[in-house]
């Protein structure tokens, strides 16, 4: 907006305090900045699950950081006022999450898991007075509490249990003092009868176990009651939301016990809150990702995805379902192509106490709040729920981690991350002006020298446009010559955009230009574009990103011999395919990835039983499954490669991936390196133990030094004959040789 009166005083103001002339008048005595490095990961901190008050004063949320050994992660809840001031923790830690205001604002439930033997425990529900105090445990379940939630009035609380009758009876023998009840031996034997039967974030599935609805009633002493069992059975429920009337649970669920041989259906139940028969709601052919019921009770707010037409990707939209009239969720906005309840992909999302942010019922039920992921930019829109008629609440190039509001949606807070911003809360004003409220990285982040990324617009090999993101060096001379690292995002139906990426910022750092592309099938661009790669992946996605690398070398500054490409998961897939299809590259880092699409149709954690991304199994359409895997192809394959693999990656095992990468680039005599990093999942990037992490980033960056740099690094060469140390062998004696020669 243009300011009229903008004197020759306000343009000097303007003028000293800017970055450009802060910069040009430093003294010599004040610190000097410094680029990025990949350790500066453990002095991160996270801001988690925020949580708004009931009058909208206090935000609680979680505060995450690396503990003091680098293993691992602390997490406490702490507490900022909205009208600004200093942050102050209220609990000790170090694993304490989900906080949850009671309806007056007095009290604060969480929870909170306790080491044993160095280990955190199942995590147990906890309550603390805000007027002081030491918080009271209120559970002790065998396998601990999450997803809690208060009623109304107050006066009890709802949350899920994985724990079982059988749980209770063996705790209770094991209360009893020289019981003569002896313990049989439990067998660790594993009897497989499900597809899926494995999780990369849980393990091995327990079928035993099933996450179900309790309720306990809030201590009013220092006694405290048993929390009551509401929900039985072989199904898993979602977190339990009041009706606001306190009569009544709602949650969804999927009822079916194997639905892997379907497409997907999620249904809205309800359940008495004093028991009772769980009664169907409405239903939906496809996913429902999150509910918040309106303030008069009688409709809900569903964030879903509807999967007829089968498709590989599926646009998420915002319904609205009576919940009195029996009628099917209506999508309010069908023409809206824009991600709801999406985000931007990046490695500083929080790695601990994520939660779940509802869409925001606000003006009296006349309209609903919620975040919408489009071209890589994350903001607020307001919908209208009679009309679908929706507009622009918050705006800015940036991310939207997780939000919360009050009750009347009077009031909203946010936790937003940007290229060179990890992630802090601001307050939503009633403009959608954003006030920053914490400033945990602002000490850290001001000693650093970052950059803001460049996006482009390019055009691919059929006339479509791609978006892309370029991270330039901090010192970046365009009469230079740089190599290049192109990053591809995993998958495949995720987006690049404005959110912080310490990867790409330090890789930057580290002399080399970063291209980092939305390549058709990325998702927040529409259903068309999102789904165009089905039953084509990899293929013109590929085509995608070799577009934008010659549009880069276009411009002048990217050296030719010294192109370079890496990606995980998805990105994976990818980069074994490049590697396969072209001999541009001079130096290849595949992470987490597939290379035989057969092998991991039989051992990934989920199952494509549904003709999604394939047809039909591999024995039906085994050309297909060959012609899109990169080991078929593996004979054109000469760009160096490293394999980076997560032995407890149950997502891309290894084996259909890394592994079989490896051993073909070995058997072909290939420069080749796989680096395996014990006791990580899938999730190795983005929550991996914190030196993981590191040496991950340290790992990929060594193999572009080397190759693309001529570093001298020899942690990858294989042994040479040479050195290898050989017997000593004992000098054979002289021949005599006559006299006089």
Do not use: C
């Amino acid at each position: 907006m243009t300011r009229r009166g903008f004197g020759f005083l306000s343009l000097l103001l303007w003028l000293i305090t800017s970055p450009v002339f802060l910069q040009a008048a430093e003294t010599p005595t004040s610190p000097a900045k410094r680029f990025i490095s990949e350790k500066d990961l453990f002095d991160f901190v996270w801001v988690a699950n925020p949580q708004i008050s009931p009058d909208g004063s206090r935000v609680a949320f979680v505060r995450v950081t690396v503990n003091e050994k680098r293993l691992g992660y602390d997490t406490a809840i702490w507490m900022v006022p909205t009208a600004g001031g200093e942050a102050r923790r209220l609990t000790a830690g170090p694993h304490d999450s989900s906080p949850r205001w009671s309806p007056d604002g007095k009290k604060l439930l969480f929870r909170r898991a306790v080491e044993k033997d160095g280990k955190p425990q199942p995590a147990q529900l906890a309550l603390l007075s805000m007027s002081g105090g030491e918080p009271m445990m209120l559970t002790t379940l065998p396998k601990g509490a999450e997803e809690p939630a208060w009623s109304p009035d107050g006066k009890t609380i709802a949350f899920l249990s994985e724990t079982s009758p059988e749980d209770l009876q063996k705790e209770e023998r094991k209360k009893k003092k020289n019981s003569d009840v002896d313990e049989k031996y439990e067998s660790d034997v594993r009897v497989i009868t499900l597809a899926v039967y494995r999780d990369n974030d849980e393990g091995y599935i327990d079928e035993k176990h099933h996450s179900h609805i309790w309720t306990m009633p809030v201590p009013t002493s220092d006694e405290v009651a048993k929390p009551t069992q509401l929900t039985t059975g072989i199904f898993d429920e979602g977190g339990p939301r009041w009706s606001p009337d306190g009569t009544h649970l709602y949650f969804i669920s999927t009822r079916i016990v194997e639905p892997y041989y379907q497409l997907p259906v999620s249904v809205l139940y309800s359940i008495p809150a004093t028991g009772g028969a769980i009664a169907k709601v409405a239903a939906i052919d496809g996913y429902i990702q999150e509910l918040s019921l309106s303030p008069d009770g009688k409709r809900a707010a569903l964030v879903g995805s509807i999967v007829h037409p089968v498709a590989s990707y599926y646009v998420s939209h915002l319904f609205v379902v009576d919940l009195t009239g029996g009628a099917a969720p209506r999508n309010i906005a069908p023409n809206f192509d824009g991600d709801v309840d999406s985000g931007v992909l990046g490695d500083q999302r929080p790695p601990r106490a994520g939660g779940s942010s509802p869409p925001i019922w606000a003006d009296g039920g006349h309209a609903i709040v919620e975040a919408v992921t489009e071209k890589g930019v994350t903001n607020l829109i307001h919908f209208d729920p009679a009309t679908g008629r929706y507009q622009p609440f918050t705006t800015g190039n940036h991310d939207l981690i997780a939000w919360s509001a009050t009750p009347d949606g009077a009031h909203i807070v946010v936790t937003v991350s940007t290229p060179t911003r990890v992630g802090d809360l601001f307050a939503v004003g009633p403009d959608g002006k954003l006030t920053q409220l914490t400033h945990f990285n602002d000490k850290l982040f001001s000693q650093l020298t970052l950059t803001e990324p460049e996006l482009i617009h390019y055009q691919s090999f059929d006339g479509r446009m791609i978006d892309a993101w370029i991270q330039k060096p901090p010192d970046f001379n365009p009469a230079k010559k740089y190599p290049l690292i192109l990053n591809i995002h995993g998958g495949p139906h995720a987006d690049y955009g404005y959110t912080f990426d310490q990867e790409f910022q330090w890789m930057a750092a580290r002399g080399y230009v970063v291209l980092y592309p939305n390549p058709r099938g990325s998702s927040s661009y529409g259903q068309e574009f999102g789904n165009i790669i089905q039953y084509h992946y990899p293929g013109d996605d590929f085509k995608d990103l070799m577009a934008g690398v010659d549009e880069l070398i276009k411009r002048g500054y990217i050296d030719t011999a010294k192109l370079g490409v890496t990606g995980g998961s998805g990105g994976g897939v990818l980069t074994n395919w490049a590697v396969t299809q072209t001999d541009r590259f001079a130096a290849a880092v595949s992470q987490r990835s597939i290379a035989d699409w057969a092998a991991w149709w039989y051992t990934a954690d989920f199952t494509l039983f549904t003709p999604t991304w394939f047809r039909g199994a591999p024995w039906q359409d085994a050309q297909d499954f060959a012609q899109r895997s990169a080991i078929t192809h593996i004979a054109n394959a000469k760009t160096p490669l490293m394999l980076i693999e997560g032995e407890s990656d149950l997502r891309t095992p290894p084996g259909p991936g890394g592994e079989t990468m490896f051993r073909a680039y070995k058997f072909m005599k290939k420069p080749t390196v796989m680096v395996r990093f014990p006791g990580e999942t899938h999730e190795l990037s983005r929550s991996g133990q914190p030196w993981h992490r590191v040496e991950r980033m340290e790992h990929i960056v060594n193999w572009f030094d080397k190759y693309l740099q001529g570093k001298e690094i020899h942690l990858y060469d294989t042994p040479a004959e040479e050195s290898i140390k050989k017997p000593e062998e004992k000098p054979k004696p002289e021949t005599p040789q006559p006299p006089g020669r």
